[in-house]
């Protein structure tokens, strides 16, 4: 047995699906079907007292070059979007973070969607740890969180104590 449920519950009995291939040769047909409530809600699992999503966008302020660079793409996600919540930018490691930073939360899959995309190509030299609030501090962090550029090493001791970040 898994330790993980299986993500098929519900569609028991459901019409199998077809193996058809697109016109491109390569992708499968899939027939349509209702819009996934994942577009507008974040799954149960979330923490719903919390935002959705955590972005740490980390910097080296010692490479003079990618500490201006981070300063800019500070200013430019405060103008670009006004609606996340942006903390300040920290020069130094704060938390479990071992470098410089700044941290946006999104609210929303549609913004998560955003600005993931929009980070994507604009994060430049920096790298960014993106991860869920479910309540479990430590697995947010680790298990549940992916990186956008390099991963860097946490201070894991320092989510057992602290409980956000």
Request: hydrophobic share 35%; charged share 20%; aromatic share 14%.
């Amino acid at each position: 047995m898994s330790q993980w449920p299986s993500l098929l519950a519900g569609y028991e009995g459901a019409e199998p699906l077809p193996t058809t291939l697109n016109p491109d040769g390569k992708s499968v047909y899939n027939p349509p079907g209702p819009r996934s409530a994942a577009y507008d809600e974040f799954p149960k699992l979330f923490d719903s007292s919390k935002n959705g999503f955590d972005f740490h966008i980390y910097y080296m302020p010692a490479v003079a070059a990618q500490a201006q660079y981070a300063k800019e793409l500070y200013e430019r996600v405060r103008r670009e979007f006004p609606e996340l919540r942006i903390y300040r930018l920290w020069d130094k490691p704060v938390g479990p973070h071992p470098t410089a930073m700044f941290e946006v939360n999104t609210f929303s899959p549609h913004q998560t969607g955003a600005f993931f995309s929009w980070l994507v190509v604009h994060r430049g030299p920096c790298d960014v740890l993106v991860h869920p609030n479910t309540g479990d501090v430590v697995r947010d962090h680790t298990e549940l969180a992916t990186w956008i550029g390099r991963r860097w090493p946490l201070y894991e001791e320092c989510l057992n104590l602290t409980h956000s970040s």
